[in-house]
């Protein structure tokens, strides 16, 4: 396995272990009522647990098993890889951070970062298939 495609997997794995924290807290949450507050990390949850978890171990694990570009350059253009990798990781933890502080802050200037966050998932999603693209088109 390659580099790019275990930096995927791997961060994947990491924000598997903080959706299932951010779970237990809500769910600790529930069941104690600690904090009113935390019942509105659910969002966080999900985006952890579907973009974080399962988005990013689609992309991993394709990045590494597709068929290969060509013999000279396998993988074809890696950049547009890494440009996914940065832009879905920025854009998923501007969510994480500034969801809650929206929630619980509504009349701030929070509320405005999920825009960036939004953004860069949507951009991380066309870099990534522009990776793998020319990898899966038909040759002819």
């Known amino acids: 396995m390659y580099t790019q495609a275990r930096f995927f997997i791997r961060t994947a794995l990491a924000n598997l272990l903080a959706a299932f924290l951010v779970g ?26 579907m973009v974080g978890w399962v988005t990013q171990l689609i992309c991993g694990v394709s ?30 933890w501007l969510r ?4 809650p502080l929206h929630t619980w802050v509504p009349d701030s ?15 991380a999603i066309w870099m990534y298939v522009v990776a793998i693209w020319p990898r899966v088109k038909g040759k002819k």
Do not use: C, K
């Open 24 to 49: 237990a807290i809500v769910l600790l949450n529930q069941a104690f009522e600690f904090d009113g507050r935390l019942s509105t990390l659910m969002p966080v949850f999900y985006h952890l647990l």
């Open 96 to 99: 994480v951070i500034f969801e």
């Open 63 to 92: 990045l590494w098993m597709f068929p290969p570009f060509s013999r000279e350059r396998p993988r074809g253009n890696e950049q547009f890889g890494w440009l996914s990798y940065g832009a879905l990781n920025a854009g998923l």
């Open 109 to 123: 200037w929070y509320g405005t970062m999920l825009v960036p966050s939004a953004l860069l998932q949507v951009f």
